[in-house]
């Protein structure tokens, strides 16, 4: 997007306020983060599962490697993504990643074990990690580009921090969907079955955020800019092609974005992991205790937000970098 575009005012999609806008784009992100999860929280049962069973702890790392290739890929969802976002409508970038995000989801229900096709198991399985990856990367983007467009400049920190609490959200849910489902069937039908329940659920889930995300408009201020002719003819181009951009990108990308993966994936994520396989926790206690601080955890994103307008994104970054070294050590 052009960079003057962030001078001008912002407004209102029609028919919907500040707040049913990011409680609208939240939603969405809140599904797709929801699938991206639900694999975390069954990594451990997947490694045996997908995974040939004659090493338990390469299969295990099998598994979280599989894991990571969702993530992975996800800057380049971003730049694709990203890209159609700017040349014809966040709401269409959005309407595609979650049909990509909620058809891969749904299928991995579907998907035989190792038992039944061999390898083939778990190729297709990283294949639509790879395309849950690809459509969370695009995803996340644009809807935090989606509602800093109709956010207040002066209040740009706390709008988007909504954003922000849809990871923690999403993992939230699918761990309460999986542990539901285990204490409902029991561990034998859960294992058998019950594992496909939270993925094929996600069918239910993708029509119920399709019907959210339809009634979404663009944002004035990039339905203006493309009006008027003044909207990117070649993001890509315009953003990569400069090496002032490229230094700044790279800042973003190793101090701001890799800092943030690691305080979150650890102190969320691979605490399920290290209390199940490390401390030896059975399953339903380390999924409540994950859940709890999740709870715990999900309102500092807003007030954290909120402060950054005050004093600035960089020292809250800094600060909680700090906490979460300190903490792990």
């Not at 029609?14 to 999860?37: C, H, K, N, P, R």
Request: aromatic letters at 12%; proline letters at 4%.
């Amino acid at each position: 997007m052009a960079a003057q575009s962030m001078a001008m005012p912002r407004g209102r999609a029609s028919g919907m306020s500040l707040m049913q806008i990011i409680l609208a784009a939240s939603a969405g992100t809140v599904i797709e983060w929801y699938d991206f999860y639900i694999y975390g929280s069954l990594a451990v049962f997947f490694a045996v599962y997908f995974f040939p069973k004659g090493n338990p702890t390469a299969a295990l790392l099998s598994s979280l490697a599989a894991f990571g290739a969702g993530f992975a890929v996800r800057p380049f969802g971003a730049i694709v993504f990203g890209r159609i976002g700017d040349l014809v409508g966040r709401k269409y970038a959005f309407l595609v990643t979650l049909s990509l995000m909620g058809i891969a989801t749904t299928l991995t229900g579907l998907l035989p074990g190792y038992a039944q096709v061999g390898i083939l198991a778990p190729t297709l399985l990283v294949l639509l990690r790879l395309l849950q990856g690809l459509a969370l990367g695009g995803e996340y983007g644009g809807a935090a580009t989606y509602i800093a467009e109709h956010a207040p400049d002066s209040r740009r920190g706390y709008y988007t921090s909504y954003i922000q609490t849809t990871a923690t959200v999403g993992f939230f849910v699918a761990l309460m969907v999986v542990l539901i489902t285990r204490l409902s069937l029991g561990e034998a039908g859960f294992r058998q079955w019950g594992w496909r329940i939270p993925f094929l659920l996600s069918a239910v889930l993708l029509a119920v955020a399709m019907y959210i995300r339809l009634r979404l408009q663009e944002a004035p201020l990039f339905a203006r800019l493309k009006e008027q002719g003044k909207s990117s003819k070649a993001p890509l181009r315009e953003s990569l092609g400069s090496a002032r951009n490229w230094g700044a990108i790279i800042l973003a990308l190793l101090g701001a974005t890799a800092g943030q993966a690691v305080v979150w994936y650890t102190g969320q994520f691979y605490a399920l992991y290290f209390l199940q396989t490390i401390a030896k926790v059975p399953t339903v206690p380390a999924t409540i205790v994950v859940a709890i601080a999740l709870l715990i955890g999900t309102p500092f994103f807003l007030v954290f937000g909120a402060l950054s307008g005050r004093i600035g994104r960089k020292p809250i970054i800094m600060a909680g970098c700090l906490i979460a070294a300190i903490t792990y050590i």
